[in-house]
């Protein structure tokens, strides 16, 4: 197995969190509570922000202090999300 150097570690990680958060949104952004398959899009939702959430935690544990804060944005974007769908139910 290769071992990257801490810096590359670092970047990987928030890139992975920063991935997940923008496939979030994205799907967030799509969802359409009238449509037939909105439980189903729902559902998906869901996954894609744990998912997220599980990336922006394993990001934080490296994160340099710039990499926090937006690590934390993200985490209250998916909050935010989350409340919002959770008001639509």
């Known amino acids: 197995m290769q071992k990257y150097p801490y810096n590359k570690d670092k ?10 958060y923008e496939n979030a949104q994205g799907l967030y952004k799509t969802i359409v509570s009238d449509s037939a ?12 922000v744990n998912e997220a959430y599980q990336q ?6 490296v994160a ?16 935010t999300m989350v409340s919002e769908v959770n008001q639509e139910d």
């Open 64 to 79: 340099s202090e710039h990499q926090r804060a937006q690590l934390q944005r993200f985490q209250q974007d998916l909050q």
């Open 56 to 61: 922006i935690e394993n990001a934080l544990e």
């Open 11 to 20: 970047q990987q990680a928030f890139q992975a969190a920063q991935q997940g």
């Open 37 to 48: 398959s909105y439980g189903h899009q729902l559902k998906h939702l869901k996954d894609e």
